[in-house]
């Protein structure tokens, strides 16, 4: 368990690039975000978060190490789906480029303060209710569901709450910034409950998710040109959902005392196997995304 002096060092210095990332955007706020400055930005924020579980052992433990990768890897891939729904949007409501990065930047926020709410609240409901774990299984397992079969190809559609924003006189800028609030919300109530599939350890959590929303202002200019290539990460992360799933399910039985069906062992599965696999999904969806589109004209030039 973490002392309350490792959480408010980490906590602090996060917030603290933060601040700067913020300071930063609202200074460039009208400027374009370049190709290399995004590439850069990018892999600062993924060196930082590897370093971070490298050096996590010195105050954690070699265990909460392997929780955090697999979860920053988990929530990480998520947000990369959650940036291509943003660029739909951004693109639909037609906000300009130099404006871009402030609501991303904005949104961001919005979206890590909506899961600093959720995340002690489902701390809470797995700490008192242990069967908690069969709902956040099943659930994860329908969204997998709904995940797998939906077609990414559909225009976005804009809700009752963004039409009566428009025909209001609201700005682009803020109907924007409401519309990313409310994808953000929904897109948290998946991601909680993953994470929490794969470590119980609120610091883990916690930071995992921090660093896997860092620098996706950046990764969203990164990603533009490829939104037409990773034709199959959805269904990727489908599995990997569905594989988290399964994984709570099979816990919440060895939980309350279940460790057969019908003369079935259920299986313990490790975080050793857990992290493998999920490396092994997104590598395999993005070799094979590229590798599809390569010759259909949607390469990057």
Excluded: C
């Excluded at 913020?22 to 370049?34: D, E, P, Q």
């Excluded at 490298?54 to 105050?59: G, K, L, S």
């Excluded at 929904?186 to 609120?202: E, H, M, Q, R, Y």
């Excluded at 999920?278 to 390569?294: F, N, P």
């Amino acid at each position: 368990m973490e002392t309350a002096a490792t959480w408010f060092l980490t906590i602090g210095i996060l917030a603290a690039v933060i601040l700067i990332d913020l300071l930063v955007a609202i200074l460039r706020r009208n400027k374009a975000t370049s190709l290399f400055e995004a590439s850069f930005w990018t892999l600062f924020y993924i060196i930082a978060a590897i370093a971070f579980g490298f050096f996590m052992p010195a105050w954690s433990s070699e265990h909460g190490q392997k929780e955090f990768f697999a979860g920053w890897l988990t929530e990480y891939a998520l947000s990369v789906d959650n940036i291509f729904v943003f660029i739909i949007i951004l693109t639909h409501l037609k906000v300009e480029k130099s404006k871009q990065q402030l609501v991303l930047l904005l949104g961001i926020l919005l979206t890590i303060g909506i899961r600093g709410l959720l995340i002690p609240l489902g701390a809470a409901l797995i700490s008192r209710f242990a069967s908690i774990f069969f709902l956040f299984g099943a659930f994860l397992i329908y969204t997998a569901y709904k995940l797998f079969a939906e077609d990414k190809d559909d225009e976005w559609k804009e809700g009752k709450i963004i039409a009566s924003l428009k025909s209001r006189g609201i700005s682009i800028f803020t109907i924007a910034l409401i519309a990313l609030g409310l994808t953000n919300l929904v897109f948290s109530l998946d991601s909680i409950p993953a994470i929490f599939g794969l470590t119980k350890d609120p610091y883990i959590v916690t930071t995992a998710n921090i660093f896997a929303l860092m620098g996706l202002r950046q990764l969203y200019f990164l990603l533009e040109g490829l939104l037409t290539r990773l034709i199959f990460l959805s269904k990727g992360l489908s599995l990997i959902l569905a594989f988290i799933g399964v994984k709570m399910i099979f816990e919440a039985l060895h939980g309350v005392g279940i460790d057969n069906v019908a003369s079935v062992q259920i299986p313990e599965i490790s975080l050793e196997f857990s992290l493998g696999t999920i490396i092994t999904i997104l590598m395999v969806t993005t070799v094979a995304s590229l590798t599809a589109t390569r010759n259909d004209g949607s390469e990057i030039l």
